[in-house]
Structures are given as structure tokens and as C-alpha cells.
């Protein structure tokens, strides 16, 4: 992406100390590090000796592919990380990472630090920049318009490679290319927290596919606080979780996270990413958001434990 475009984040800088005491202490971070790719958020981790440091990818990425509030996003995932440590360990700790949006006419700028306690804290500033809108997708007419030329030109050399190209497959690849994704067409299932949580309703927004995931309260007894503080920040606001769902589904209702499994249009699984529940702790419904791939278009999404 171009610099300074409206609606972009980018991180920079590491997270670095000792490995912690713990067993399997690399394959832990490692796990860390694939957690955060379910928010669009990208570390690399290296360990060296009894040494690790976790670099940010510096990427650009649109907001919207992190959440609403990225800022509190990013220091959700950094507070599941130093959770890893024990408490005598968390203030050696270090972390220079930063984060710069760019909203309209705006820069953000964020550093994000662990403090002697093991906790989050954020600095911000705000400068005043000359910003570029971001670019409006193609609409449906032209990318037909774009489809047609390309099938125009090839055309011409289908005589000489008609018995070597798969013509079939290709104007498949075209055909999803062009076409929109159906909604109604993703069948999209939560049954694994039944009846705490169920599907809302659904939407796409461009390559992107909305689920609105909504809490019945009434599968809720009154809340209470949590026996574990160290899990959130106000902890008397977490609800305990419903009897009737499985012992499992408990246990990622508490943590905060959800597991989701995405499968193609023949079934097959393609791949599979986390996402937070903490957004319905306090909140009746919350929306995720799903990249669609045109290659391997949805068929099922699962959100399981």
C-alpha cells in the first residue's frame, strides 16, 4: 500500500526478554504468534539460546481487517502473551511496539508497553498529515468489462494453445473472479455453544463475510466475579457460562476466544483462524469478520471450541 492512505494501520517493532519458566515454552509463543494471526495481526518469532524476540510485521493493513477499536485489539493480544510468564518474570519483559493509523487528515501514532506489573499501557499522539483517500473497489460492470478484454485477447491465441490450456477451469476462475459471494449461500455454523451463543444474521461486505453473533442472557445465571483476575481487567463484569453447554465450550467462554474452520463449496477444509468472544461479555452481540477466498470459495464456516 501507499503511505499515508485513509483506513491503514502498520506495526513496527519487537517484544524481546528470557523465555519464560514454563514447560514448552517455545511452542507456547509460537502458538502465540498464529493466535494473532486470527485478528490480522503479524509477529515472527526467533529464539536464540534462552533468548526470544517477536518482530511486527510492518505490513499495511486496512483497519477494518483488525476490528473497529485496533487499539484495543493489539493490546488484548499482548496481554494473552505476557499472561505466558510467570508474575516474577513479566517485568523483564520489553516491548517498543508501535502502530501508526492513518485516518483523514490524521496520523496515530501508539506505542504499547508492559509495565512492572506485567500489564498493557499505551501512549498516543496525534499529528495532522496530508492523507490519500483509499481506493473505491471495481464494481461489478468493471470487472466484467476487465473479464471480457482478457478473454478478447486470448482469444486470438487459443489457436495455438488450445491443446494445453484448461479452458474449462479458467472460465470457472473467471466466473467466481467477476461474481459476488452469497451470503445465504455460507452456511455458517455455532451450534458447539448452543444455547449461549448463536448466528444473528450474516452479510458480505466486499471479499469479506460479517457474522453478527449474538449472547442469550437468559442461558446466563447473574453474573459473578471470575476466581482467575488475572483474565481481564474488570473482572467482575465476566458472566459465569451457562450449565447446558459443554464443558468445553465453558472453558473458551471464559478464556475469551473461539475457534473457526472454514470449509470450500465441496466440503473440504481450507483453513482456520481464532476470534475473540470478549466482545459479548458485556455487549448482547458482537460482529467478526471473515476474508473470503475467491479461489476456494466458502461453502460451511464452523465456530467451535
Known sequence: MSRNIEGTISLDGL?????????DAEEKLRS???????VNLGFSLEVKGGSFSILADNAARTIDSIGPDPIQVISSAMKELIK???PPERQRVMSTVRSVEYRKGQERQTLYAFNAIGDVQTQQRNIDVETTPPPQPLTRREKIRMAVSTLLILALMAGLSAFIVPWRS?????KNDVAGFDASKIDVDAS????LIHVDSTEVRGND???????DRGALPAPQSTANPSTTTNPTTIPSAPKPAPPAALDAWRLGYAHLEYFDEKGEFVSFMQIWLKGLWNKDTME???PLSRERRPGKIVITY
Open 32 to 38: 502465540w504468534t498464529r493466535f494473532v494471526e486470527g
Open 15 to 23: 517484544i524481546e526478554g528470557r523465555l519464560p519458566g514454563i514447560e
Open 288 to 290: 467478526i469478520r471473515i
Open 170 to 174: 479458467w472460465f470457472h476462475s473467471v
Open 84 to 86: 505466558l510468564f510467570p
Open 192 to 195: 458447539a455453544f448452543a444455547p
Open 209 to 215: 463475510l460479517i457474522v453478527r453473533l449474538k449472547v
